[in-house]
């Protein structure tokens, strides 16, 4: 198995590898979850699966321009997926900042643990969601709320969910 | 030619992946293009796992509904309630069936009371894939009939308009998106004005003048002014109304139920139309610029 040592050379993180098309399924499940399940379950509109997915392999690669570069197929993917009203690259360009972000925490911290999950999880989506809104108002010219009670529920959920989704995904790592 | 130290790769790469996306919305939004071929070939490959997981779905979820809600009823011996859980899978799928067979019903009975108004029935296979817009996916698309604009209703009422129409499945933008809009008026004073998204469960009515009387309970329906739905369909009731500046702050529940939409129908015209309660036979003279209507598909 690969290592990484952190920036400081006091300890070393792994790299995880995965099995073979592992990433490719995820992603394309989480895509098609996202798409079919506000269907039948409404409640779930507020989770972001792409993003849960673009963090965990982020923080398992540990490798900031595979992480970007998932990112980036992710969020526009996401963004072909959601109607001519949103214009390609408002995922896209989120998601590539995520990925990037998450790449480089997890090459210096041990996100391994529950807790460290669940509160990257939640930082990263507020983050997603700032990222999205200053597109929206920077180069689309549209006005979005910075914040609202929603998001933080949205923000805790999607964490929540992620502690979760991410042992399942643990099971796609190569021994 | 100057070298980059390895690691600044990864930020190098991060800046151009970034300025290579702005310069894409960029482009969208300076030509109004909407890079439809991603669009296509995106939905083309996610729609057939999308209809698929929709029938198979409705299948479970019609089972559990029924099989699982009637379970803990059952008080008799195991052997007894094992004929009776046999049962009631069949009795779950059958109320599962008779309760599809209900809403299509439903559509068909609207449908026939329309006869005049061309439109298909379409089973809602996917939503936006994120909470940037409020999309639904249809299994139809442009071999049906269907195109962009065209309206999109349910016997209870307005849904919203299609916004892209690929070969074998749509987008339609739903009425609470924040982009999305219908020429309304109120049923009684017929006091018009636009009825409009903001990305929550209710709608806003503007442009009602502070004079004007409205009150809580009041119907919307729509006036055909925006020449994509006909006049009188139900569009919602007025759930909050405050004073504003010169308009009331008018807030609408909408009539169709658009978190849980099974099945729908597309107006497959581009024309303005009229619906039969209207008592007016009449061809209405086309709009503007609208092609010719497709040819009418029957689900």
């Known amino acids: ?175 | 030619m100057v070298a980059i130290p390895s690691r600044h790769k990864s930020l190098v790469l991060l800046l151009g992946v970034i300025v290579l996306q702005v310069l894409m919305l960029a482009v969208q939004i300076k030509r109004d293009s909407e890079g439809r071929l991603i669009r296509v070939w995106t939905v083309g490959a996610v729609s057939p796992f999308e209809r698929a997981g929709s029938y198979g779905f409705g299948w479970i979820r019609d089972i559990w509904r029924h099989y699982f809600a009637l379970q803990n009823t059952t008080k008799e011996s195991e052997q007894i309630r094992r004929e009776n859980d046999a049962l009631k899978l069949q009795i779950a799928q059958l109320q599962g069936k008779a309760a599809e067979a209900d809403r299509l019903a439903a559509l068909l009975n609207f449908r026939q009371s329309q006869a005049n108004v061309p439109m298909i029935g379409a089973r809602v296979i996917g939503t936006g894939a994120g909470t940037a817009s409020l999309t639904i996916q249809l299994d139809r698309g442009e071999r049906d009939g269907i195109r962009k604009n065209m309206g999109v209703i349910t016997p209870d009422g307005v849904v919203g308009k299609v916004v892209e129409a690929y070969p074998n499945a749509s987008q339609v933008l739903l009425l609470t998106d924040k982009e999305s809009g219908v020429g309304a008026m109120l049923a009684d004073s017929r006091v018009q004005g636009p009825v409009g998204g903001q990305g929550e469960p209710l709608l806003v009515m503007k442009y009602v003048p502070n004079d004007d009387t409205v009150n809580l309970g009041d119907r919307v329906i729509t006036s055909g002014m925006d020449r994509i739905f006909p006049r009188d369909l139900p569009v919602g009731t007025v759930a909050e109304i405050k004073s504003g500046n010169q308009f009331k702050q008018i807030r609408v529940k909408p009539a169709a139920n658009l978190e849980r939409l099974e099945e729908v129908l597309v107006l497959l015209s581009l024309r303005p139309l009229e619906m039969k309660n209207e008592g007016n036979t009449g061809e209405p003279p086309p709009a503007p610029g609208a092609p010719n209507p497709p040819r009418a598909a029957k689900r």
């Not at chain 1, 805790?156 to 969910?161: G, H, M, P, Q, W």
């Open chain 1, 1 to 175: 198995m690969n290592e990484a040592f952190d920036i400081r050379g006091q300890s070393h993180i792994e790299v995880h590898k995965f099995r073979t098309g592992a990433i490719i399924i995820a992603t394309l499940l989480a895509l098609l979850i996202q798409a079919s399940f506000p269907i039948h379950f409404a409640k779930t509109a507020v989770l972001d699966l792409p993003l849960l997915v673009t963090i965990y392999f982020g923080l398992s690669r540990r490798n900031p321009s595979t992480g970007l570069l998932l990112g980036m197929v992710i969020g526009l993917l996401q963004d072909s997926l959601n109607g001519p009203t949103v214009p390609l690259g408002l995922y896209g360009i989120a998601k590539t900042i995520i990925g990037y972000l998450a790449s480089s925490i997890g090459a210096r911290l041990d996100t391994e643990h529950p807790a460290a999950r669940f509160a990257l999880t939640a930082a990263f989506f507020a983050a997603h969601q700032g990222l999205i809104v200053l597109t929206r108002r920077i180069l689309l010219s549209q006005p979005e709320p910075w914040f609202n009670m929603h998001l933080v529920g949205a923000a805790l959920a999607n964490a929540l969910v992620a502690v979760f989704l991410f042992l399942l995904l643990d099971r796609l790592r190569k021994n």
